[in-house]
């Protein structure tokens, strides 16, 4: 069974940096999509970054280009996610999806329903 469990969430200044981590037991990093997905109260889930586990592909979205990467230790089967120069639009709980049909992340990378696993977040809290 996959597990995945996010951790590194926490309360910041906006122009502080976070980093995220997430660590997926039960399922190897072999071929796969590991993303990064947010939510804010009020609004839609939505995809932050993605990378694609065999060759290290990596995605973002325009609202977090430049401020966030993705990466991922395949050795400690854990993808991280380096916020920086948060600002307060950032402030959302974040969470950590895999792709369990082993697909590469590709055009698809934001959409919620191809991805058989999720943590259960960590809040992320930017003030001003």
């Known amino acids: 069974q996959v597990h995945v469990v996010e951790s590194g969430g926490g309360l910041v200044q906006a122009g502080e940096s976070l980093r995220l981590s997430c660590v997926v037991s039960?399922?190897?990093?072999?071929?796969?999509?590991l993303a990064w997905f947010r939510q804010a109260p009020g609004k839609e889930r939505e995809g932050v970054a993605a990378?694609?586990?065999?060759?290290?592909?990596?995605y973002r979205s325009g609202s977090v280009e430049g401020r966030f990467t993705v990466s991922q230790d395949k050795e400690r089967n854990t993808v991280y996610l380096q916020m920086n120069s948060l600002n307060t639009e950032d402030s959302a709980m974040y969470y950590c999806?895999?792709?369990?049909?082993?697909?590469?992340?590709?055009?698809?990378?934001?959409?919620?329903?191809?991805?058989?696993?999720w943590g259960q977040g960590t809040q992320v809290t930017v003030s001003s």
């Open positions: 999806a895999v792709d369990t049909l082993r697909r590469p992340c590709g055009t698809s990378w934001g959409k919620i329903g191809r991805f058989g696993s």
């Open positions: 990378i694609s586990s065999r060759y290290g592909a990596t």
């Open positions: 039960g399922f190897t990093f072999t071929e796969t999509c």
